[in-house]
């Protein structure tokens, strides 16, 4: 028995002997795995991963200086670069409607642009706002844009950025949902109350009414109309789709 617990104790020595040779647990192999750390660390940190570079796609309003102005950051370093916090600092802007912001190593920052489409301009306290079918005030008017409708009624002051409010979403679902014929022939939306009564190129008045469950309904409703009086030659004096039944009153 005395020879078996010698022969142990001297495997025993021997494995311990084997990991100390091989630096197991050694203060070596721990000094080495820091300074790899530490070279890996200063590597990332190094000016090779500044960001130097914005690539935009998509941005035809919104200057790309602005935009790069909007999503810059205290740390130069690509691996700090908070992609959550450019893209709301970049759709603040009244133009853009999306934005996505992606890494491209080892210094750029791709930015992927969505922007608004005006659909109406509106009048209001002597100046001409942009809005998009969203209801988004986007700037003052320049002129850029053509055909579009004129919404009209619209109470208080408005400033870029702003959003209309809910009393004006029937109006807007209106624009968005127009035919091609009827788009073609619209050129103002007026909101008075809840009700919205657009004018024809041709001063026909349509009463659209008050937002209903069939709403859309109405919407066709009125490019079937506008597009049967086209084709025969004819001239309405008001359309009005207020009412289960519709009434056409033709000009004489």
Known sequence: MGHKRANTRRRTSESEEWAEGTGAGSPWSLVMVFFFLTSVFLFLRSPYFSVRN??????????????????????????????DKAEKTIQSSPWIKQVRC????????????????????????????????????????DGVFSDLIALTGIQGVLAPGQFLGPEYEWGLKIIAG?????????????????????????????????????????????????????????????????????????RL
């Not at 690539?55 to 992609?83: M, W, Y």
């Not at 491209?104 to 009048?123: C, G, H, S």
């Not at 659209?208 to 004096?237: C, P, T, W």
């Open 178 to 250: 127009l035919g091609p014929v009827s788009r073609s022939k619209v050129i103002e939306l007026n909101i008075e109350g809840e009700e919205c009564t657009l004018i024809l190129d041709d001063s026909c008045v349509v009463f659209m009414g008050e937002y209903e469950s069939n709403a859309e309904f109405r919407i066709g409703l009125l490019e079937s109309i506008i597009a049967e009086l086209e084709e025969q030659g004819q001239l309405a004096e008001y359309i009005d789709l207020r009412f289960d039944k519709h009434a056409v009153k033709l």
């Open 102 to 141: 992606a890494r491209k190593l080892p210094n750029t920052i791709m930015i992927d642009i969505v922007e608004r489409i005006p659909v109406a301009f509106a009048p209001v306290d002597g100046k001409i706002w942009l809005v998009d079918a969203d209801g988004r005030v986007l700037q003052e008017d």
């Open 54 to 83: 914005y690539i935009i796609t998509g941005a035809n309003r919104v200057p790309h200086d602005e935009i790069i102005a909007r999503c810059s950051q205290k740390s130069s370093n690509i691996f700090d670069f908070d992609l």
